[in-house]
């Protein structure tokens, strides 16, 4: 008999007791004899019986209260793809209870991030699903919430030393170690590579400094002849919208004429590009995410490639993850790591809705 017809009246006609008593053990309710329990488990293994969990679910009227915590999507457009993602899934969860509240913080103003991850811990909700750009300031509310047993689900930043449910994204090392493959490969002369952090508090974005380890041991481990002249360097830059920040690109720019390529460790590559224009011709730029601006300036050759960190399917598979568990009674991995696309002027029609 297929697992698929298998019904609760043929696990009870094979062990020979009531549908009551095989309903009593599928829902561990009511008191059932051991042996009999046993004998109720082995001809359920026998039959390959597995539960219509989705049926169970739509059944047991319960809500599953859920929150998200991320960056304000009206305050930086990479966020607005988390937020889809996140709202997607909340949509088609919806029927099997889950209710959700989204709590979105400005993410240069650490104050504002402290106020809506309190706001989210005193709702006590079943679940939640974060984006903790905030290092120092999260790691107690990680705490308060394995003392609550609330699980939750980390998306965009893997934090190694907390026990999350799961974590959905990239593996930050590693694209930062792609990033210094695509500047370096090719390259025919030694010359400086340059890391630019662009208005990040890089002692506290843990996500940003794992980046930068992945993209300086990819020149590390490179042949030494190929290794000879290389220098690395990173810089700190402020708000685009800074006149520090032109200021320091200029200069740096005219300065060094060794320069071969740049990596922008966020999705603003797009605050670069202008700049590079007249040294395109012997600079690269990479950088991350398919933002309206980055894609301008990829589509006209100014930027070189750019590293898509799926961030709409962060969000919605982060959602997705407690759901598994809270809802769905499903096991959940513990790394949901999205892949590293390579997107080139030549490819990005594949990646751009319509």
Not at 21 to 44: F, I, S
Request: proline share 6%.
């Amino acid at each position: 008999m297929g697992k698929n017809a298998v019904r609760i009246k043929d696990i009870a006609a094979k062990a020979n007791v009531s549908v009551g008593t095989v309903d009593r053990v599928l829902h561990n309710r009511g008191r059932v004899a051991e042996d009999v329990r046993q004998k109720v488990l082995l001809m359920m293994e026998e039959l390959e019986y597995e539960p219509n969990m989705i049926a169970r679910t739509l059944g047991s009227n319960r809500t599953y209260r859920l929150a998200a915590i991320q960056p304000s999507h009206t305050l930086d457009p990479y966020w607005q793809a988390p937020w889809e993602g996140i709202n997607k899934a909340a949509r088609e969860l919806q029927q099997y209870g889950v209710v959700l509240t989204v709590y979105p913080y400005d993410m240069s103003r650490v104050e504002s991030f402290l106020e809506q991850i309190e706001l989210a811990t005193q709702a006590q909700p079943d679940g939640i699903v974060i984006a903790p750009l905030f290092y120092r300031e999260s790691l107690p509310f990680f705490e308060r919430w394995q003392h609550a047993k609330i699980p939750y689900v980390l998306f965009n930043t893997y934090i190694t030393e907390i026990n999350p449910l799961s974590y959905v994204g990239q593996d930050s090392y590693q694209s930062g170690y792609l990033a210094g493959k695509l500047l370096q490969f090719g390259q025919m002369q030694p010359g400086t590579y340059l890391i630019a952090h662009i208005a990040e508090d890089i002692a506290n974005s843990v996500h940003v400094t794992q980046k930068e380890q992945g993209f300086r041991d990819y020149f590390a481990q490179l042949p030494a002849p190929q290794a000879a002249g290389n220098t690395i360097r990173s810089i700190d830059l402020p708000y685009p919208t800074e006149s520090t920040f032109a200021c320091q690109l200029t200069e740096l720019l005219a300065q060094d004429q060794q320069l071969r390529g740049i990596f922008v460790s966020t999705s603003r590559a797009y605050a670069i590009a202008p700049y590079l224009q007249p040294y395109a011709h012997r600079i690269r730029l990479v950088g991350y995410d398919l933002l309206e601006e980055n894609i301008q300036y990829l589509q006209e050759g100014t930027i070189d490639f750019l590293i898509n960190q799926n961030p709409k399917e962060q969000g919605y598979y982060g959602l997705y993850a407690l759901a598994d568990q809270l809802v769905f009674k499903k096991e959940v991995s513990p790394f949901k790591y999205l892949p590293l696309d390579i997107i080139a002027k030549e490819n990005l029609h594949y990646y751009v809705e319509k």
